[in-house]
T-cell receptor
Framework: AQKVTQAQTEISVVEKEDVTLDCVYETRDTTYYLFWYKQPPSGELVFLIRRNSFDEQNEISGRYSWNFQKSTSSFNFTITASQVVDSAVYFCALKTSYDKVIFGPGTSLSVIP | NAGVTQTPKFRVLKTGQSMTLLCAQDMNHEYMYWYRQDPGMGLRLIHYSVGEGTTAKGEVPDGYNVSRLKKQNFLLGLESAAPSQTSVYFC????????????FGPGTRLLVL
């Protein structure tokens, strides 16, 4: 069975703090893809990153970074020097060899000025 | 290039009424999906389509029907709406390669009284 867990339901940080959003996944497939999406208060879903199971390199994009560790089945997302515009719900998702994408329940991040 | 669009943006129904949600994409994508989003539950897959004329059930298909008569359109129907179908509905599409990312529409907010 495939499953995505985001144990942190809500996180609040003060602006400029670093914050890490956790994502743990379960799958028996050896080939799979992991995603992060952002849902700001306006409601749309914005794609942030895709990582395939063969590529464990960490990714950095500006203030965003992602740590993929197959040994712990985790794909964590860190925002450095958080800003108010980072306030959103963040979803981690898993796609295996089938056509479906499984989403985690989401983590609501509030950045307080 | 509008990406993925959804019609309508918001709708109020009475219990027992029927309606159809329209999703349209102009990216020539093979795969299309309908999700519902409820608080604390992330996105759950209702139905999906792997190509024109084909549909398949997702995680929560009961009470919904779909049709993909044209490649660019994916319709979601509620034959007899129930209050439990109050939700935000998202459509998504992606290309035919297994690694391709899903892109989402802006969502339809449905309230069933």
């Amino acid at each position: 069975a495939q499953k995505v867990t985001q144990a942190q339901t809500e996180i609040s940080v003060v602006e400029k703090e670093d914050v890490t959003l956790d994502c743990v996944y379960e799958t028996r497939d050896t080939t799979y893809y992991l995603f992060w999406y952002k849902q700001p208060p306006s409601g749309e879903l914005v794609f942030l990153i895709r990582r395939n199971s063969f590529d464990e390199q960490n990714e950095i994009s500006g203030r965003y970074s992602w740590n993929f560790q197959k040994s712990t089945s985790s794909f964590n997302f860190t925002i450095t020097a958080s800003q108010v515009v980072d306030s959103a719900v963040y979803f981690c998702a898993l796609k295996t060899s089938y056509d479906k994408v499984i989403f985690g329940p989401g983590t609501s991040l509030s950045v307080i000025p | 290039n509008a990406g993925v669009t959804q019609t309508p943006k918001f709708r109020v129904l009475k219990t027992g009424q029927s309606m159809t949600l329209l999703c349209a994409q102009d990216m020539n994508h093979e795969y299309m999906y309908w999700y519902r989003q409820d608080p604390g539950m992330g996105l759950r897959l209702i139905h999906y389509s792997v190509g024109e004329g084909t549909t398949a059930k997702g995680e929560v298909p009961d009470g919904y029907n779909v049709s993909r008569l044209k490649k660019q359109n994916f319709l979601l129907g509620l034959e007899s709406a129930a209050p439990s179908q109050t939700s935000v509905y998202f459509c998504a599409s992606r290309g035919g390669q297994v690694q391709e990312t899903q892109y989402f529409g802006p969502g339809t907010r449905l309230l069933v009284l």
